[in-house]
Protein backbone atom coordinates (compact mmCIF):
# COMPACT_ATOMS: atom_id res chain seq x y z
CA UNK A 1 0.00 0.00 0.00
CA UNK A 2 1.55 3.28 -1.27
CA UNK A 3 1.96 6.05 1.59
CA UNK A 4 0.09 9.24 0.34
CA UNK A 5 2.24 12.40 0.46
CA UNK A 6 0.53 15.55 0.56
CA UNK A 7 0.72 18.28 -0.58
CA UNK A 8 2.41 17.12 -4.00
CA UNK A 9 4.41 20.26 -4.73
CA UNK A 10 5.15 23.51 -2.83
CA UNK A 11 7.14 26.44 -3.89
CA UNK A 12 8.70 28.56 -1.21
CA UNK A 13 11.01 32.02 -0.69
CA UNK A 14 14.09 31.41 1.13
CA UNK A 15 13.71 31.41 4.87
CA UNK A 16 10.15 30.12 4.72
CA UNK A 17 8.93 27.33 5.95
CA UNK A 18 7.64 24.12 4.93
CA UNK A 19 5.49 21.33 6.30
CA UNK A 20 4.88 18.23 4.19
CA UNK A 21 2.82 15.08 4.99
CA UNK A 22 3.07 11.07 4.74
CA UNK A 23 -0.05 9.15 5.42
CA UNK A 24 -0.21 5.86 5.82
CA UNK A 25 -3.51 2.77 6.03
CA UNK A 26 -0.95 0.47 7.31
CA UNK A 27 0.24 0.29 11.05
CA UNK A 28 3.80 1.36 10.68
CA UNK A 29 7.05 -0.07 12.18
CA UNK A 30 9.27 2.89 10.44
CA UNK A 31 9.11 5.88 8.26
CA UNK A 32 12.17 7.02 6.16
CA UNK A 33 12.77 10.44 4.76
CA UNK A 34 14.64 10.88 1.38
CA UNK A 35 15.63 13.79 -0.42
CA UNK A 36 15.98 13.59 -4.16
CA UNK A 37 17.73 16.16 -6.59
CA UNK A 38 16.67 16.53 -10.46
CA UNK A 39 18.71 13.88 -12.25
CA UNK A 40 20.57 12.55 -9.06
CA UNK A 41 19.90 9.48 -6.80
CA UNK A 42 17.88 9.81 -3.69
CA UNK A 43 19.57 10.31 -0.54
CA UNK A 44 18.57 9.85 2.83
CA UNK A 45 17.42 12.59 5.49
CA UNK A 46 16.11 10.57 8.77
CA UNK A 47 14.47 7.27 9.81
CA UNK A 48 11.36 7.88 12.53
CA UNK A 49 10.94 4.45 13.76
CA UNK A 50 7.49 3.49 15.70
CA UNK A 51 7.41 4.95 19.10
CA UNK A 52 6.26 8.57 18.23
CA UNK A 53 9.62 10.15 18.32
CA UNK A 54 10.80 13.44 16.82
CA UNK A 55 14.24 13.40 15.08
CA UNK A 56 15.97 16.60 13.80
CA UNK A 57 18.98 17.24 11.25
CA UNK A 58 20.02 21.05 11.53
CA UNK A 59 16.88 22.77 10.36
CA UNK A 60 14.88 19.72 8.89
CA UNK A 61 12.92 17.84 11.52
CA UNK A 62 10.38 15.18 11.48
CA UNK A 63 7.71 13.43 13.67
CA UNK A 64 5.82 10.47 13.63
CA UNK A 65 2.61 9.96 14.92
CA UNK A 66 1.40 6.20 15.71
CA UNK A 67 -2.31 6.74 16.36
CA UNK A 68 -2.70 8.55 12.98
CA UNK A 69 -0.16 6.15 11.20
CA UNK A 70 1.36 9.75 10.10
CA UNK A 71 4.89 11.18 9.39
CA UNK A 72 5.48 15.07 8.93
CA UNK A 73 8.60 16.28 7.82
CA UNK A 74 9.08 20.23 9.00
CA UNK A 75 11.79 22.17 6.85
CA UNK A 76 12.13 26.11 8.67
CA UNK A 77 14.32 28.86 7.50
CA UNK A 78 14.43 26.79 3.69
CA UNK A 79 17.67 27.35 1.41
CA UNK A 80 17.91 26.94 -1.62
CA UNK A 81 19.32 23.68 -1.86
CA UNK A 82 16.35 22.42 0.12
CA UNK A 83 14.92 22.31 -3.08
CA UNK A 84 14.06 18.74 -4.74
CA UNK A 85 11.74 16.28 -4.36
CA UNK A 86 11.20 14.44 -0.87
CA UNK A 87 10.09 10.87 -0.64
CA UNK A 88 8.85 9.25 2.83
CA UNK A 89 9.12 5.36 2.55
CA UNK A 90 7.15 3.39 4.89
CA UNK A 91 7.72 0.00 6.60
CA UNK A 92 4.62 -1.93 8.34
CA UNK A 93 3.61 -5.49 9.45
CA UNK A 94 2.69 -7.73 6.36
CA UNK A 95 5.90 -5.84 4.41
CA UNK A 96 8.79 -8.08 5.02
CA UNK A 97 10.74 -5.07 5.95
CA UNK A 98 10.98 -3.87 2.55
CA UNK A 99 9.67 -0.07 2.51
CA UNK A 100 7.08 1.02 0.13
CA UNK A 101 7.15 4.67 -0.83
CA UNK A 102 5.32 7.54 -1.62
CA UNK A 103 5.27 9.42 -4.82
CA UNK A 104 7.20 12.32 -3.91
CA UNK A 105 6.97 15.99 -3.13
CA UNK A 106 8.26 18.62 -5.08
CA UNK A 107 9.65 21.75 -2.86
CA UNK A 108 11.16 24.48 -4.76
CA UNK A 109 13.22 27.45 -2.94
CA UNK A 110 13.03 30.62 -4.93
CA UNK A 111 15.80 33.39 -3.91
CA UNK B 1 34.86 3.95 -0.84
CA UNK B 2 32.87 4.44 -3.70
CA UNK B 3 29.31 3.24 -1.93
CA UNK B 4 27.10 1.81 -4.61
CA UNK B 5 28.07 1.87 -8.28
CA UNK B 6 25.59 1.48 -11.22
CA UNK B 7 26.75 0.65 -14.98
CA UNK B 8 25.72 1.63 -17.20
CA UNK B 9 24.92 5.59 -16.67
CA UNK B 10 22.58 5.46 -19.63
CA UNK B 11 21.33 2.67 -22.31
CA UNK B 12 18.71 2.54 -25.72
CA UNK B 13 17.70 -0.88 -26.24
CA UNK B 14 15.54 -2.48 -28.69
CA UNK B 15 11.96 -4.14 -28.17
CA UNK B 16 13.07 -7.70 -27.48
CA UNK B 17 16.55 -6.75 -26.53
CA UNK B 18 17.87 -8.20 -23.64
CA UNK B 19 20.75 -6.54 -21.06
CA UNK B 20 22.31 -6.85 -17.63
CA UNK B 21 22.36 -3.45 -15.38
CA UNK B 22 25.14 -3.95 -12.72
CA UNK B 23 25.57 -3.01 -9.60
CA UNK B 24 28.33 -2.74 -6.82
CA UNK B 25 28.50 -2.15 -3.57
CA UNK B 26 31.63 -1.70 -1.30
CA UNK B 27 30.20 -1.09 2.31
CA UNK B 28 29.88 -4.58 2.96
CA UNK B 29 26.11 -4.80 3.26
CA UNK B 30 24.29 -7.59 3.07
CA UNK B 31 21.05 -5.84 2.02
CA UNK B 32 20.46 -5.02 -1.74
CA UNK B 33 17.74 -3.64 -3.78
CA UNK B 34 16.18 -2.57 -7.41
CA UNK B 35 14.17 -0.16 -7.85
CA UNK B 36 12.17 1.49 -10.82
CA UNK B 37 10.95 5.24 -10.84
CA UNK B 38 8.86 6.29 -13.06
CA UNK B 39 8.05 10.44 -13.40
CA UNK B 40 5.47 11.08 -10.57
CA UNK B 41 5.10 7.33 -9.23
CA UNK B 42 7.71 7.07 -6.81
CA UNK B 43 10.38 4.33 -6.36
CA UNK B 44 8.98 1.03 -6.97
CA UNK B 45 11.00 -2.07 -6.12
CA UNK B 46 11.26 -4.74 -8.20
CA UNK B 47 13.46 -7.76 -6.50
CA UNK B 48 15.39 -7.51 -3.37
CA UNK B 49 18.47 -9.51 -1.83
CA UNK B 50 19.50 -10.09 2.21
CA UNK B 51 22.58 -11.72 1.00
CA UNK B 52 24.72 -13.68 -1.26
CA UNK B 53 22.59 -16.81 -3.15
CA UNK B 54 19.19 -15.24 -1.50
CA UNK B 55 16.60 -13.05 -3.39
CA UNK B 56 12.76 -12.24 -3.39
CA UNK B 57 10.65 -10.34 -5.76
CA UNK B 58 9.41 -6.42 -5.23
CA UNK B 59 6.50 -5.14 -6.25
CA UNK B 60 6.84 -5.04 -9.88
CA UNK B 61 9.05 -8.08 -11.15
CA UNK B 62 7.88 -9.04 -14.10
CA UNK B 63 10.57 -8.90 -17.06
CA UNK B 64 13.40 -9.17 -14.81
CA UNK B 65 15.70 -11.33 -12.99
CA UNK B 66 18.08 -11.11 -10.67
CA UNK B 67 21.17 -13.52 -9.28
CA UNK B 68 23.12 -12.31 -6.07
CA UNK B 69 26.64 -14.48 -6.17
CA UNK B 70 28.37 -12.14 -4.05
CA UNK B 71 28.23 -10.10 -1.37
CA UNK B 72 29.18 -7.04 -3.46
CA UNK B 73 27.13 -7.21 -6.49
CA UNK B 74 23.36 -7.48 -7.54
CA UNK B 75 23.17 -7.34 -11.51
CA UNK B 76 19.42 -6.99 -12.79
CA UNK B 77 18.88 -8.44 -16.32
CA UNK B 78 16.43 -7.58 -18.55
CA UNK B 79 15.34 -10.06 -20.84
CA UNK B 80 12.89 -9.39 -23.91
CA UNK B 81 12.76 -5.77 -23.27
CA UNK B 82 9.82 -3.77 -23.76
CA UNK B 83 8.63 0.13 -24.11
CA UNK B 84 6.97 -0.27 -20.34
CA UNK B 85 10.47 -1.06 -19.17
CA UNK B 86 11.24 2.50 -20.15
CA UNK B 87 12.49 3.73 -16.72
CA UNK B 88 15.11 5.19 -14.41
CA UNK B 89 16.55 2.07 -12.31
CA UNK B 90 18.30 2.53 -8.74
CA UNK B 91 20.38 -0.22 -7.24
CA UNK B 92 20.41 1.00 -3.35
CA UNK B 93 22.15 -1.28 -0.53
CA UNK B 94 21.74 -1.25 3.49
CA UNK B 95 23.78 -2.19 6.16
CA UNK B 96 20.99 -3.94 8.22
CA UNK B 97 17.00 -4.55 7.50
CA UNK B 98 13.45 -3.82 9.26
CA UNK B 99 12.71 -0.69 12.36
CA UNK B 100 16.41 -0.42 12.89
CA UNK B 101 18.30 3.00 12.80
CA UNK B 102 20.95 1.43 10.84
CA UNK B 103 18.79 0.08 8.20
CA UNK B 104 19.34 3.90 5.48
CA UNK B 105 19.60 3.18 1.76
CA UNK B 106 22.29 4.09 0.10
CA UNK B 107 21.86 4.90 -3.53
CA UNK B 108 23.70 4.42 -6.84
CA UNK B 109 23.43 7.23 -9.64
CA UNK B 110 20.84 5.30 -11.68
CA UNK B 111 20.48 3.85 -14.93
CA UNK B 112 18.54 5.70 -17.74
CA UNK B 113 17.24 3.28 -19.82
CA UNK B 114 14.95 3.81 -22.94
CA UNK B 115 13.68 1.30 -24.94
CA UNK B 116 12.42 1.65 -28.32
Known amino acids: QQPVQSPQAVILREGEDAVINCSSS?????VHWYRQKHGEAPVFLMILLKGGEQKGHEKISASFNEKKQQSSLYLTASQLSYSGTYFCGTEWAGSNYKLTFGKGTLLTVNP | NAGVTQTPKFRILKIGQSMTLQCTQD?????MYWYRQDPGMGLKLIYYSVGAGITDKGEVPNGYNVSRSTTEDFPLRLELAAPSQTSVYFC???????????????FGPGTRLTVL
Open chain 2, 92 to 106: ASSYSIGASSYNEQF
Open chain 1, 26 to 30: KALYS
Open chain 2, 27 to 31: MNHNY
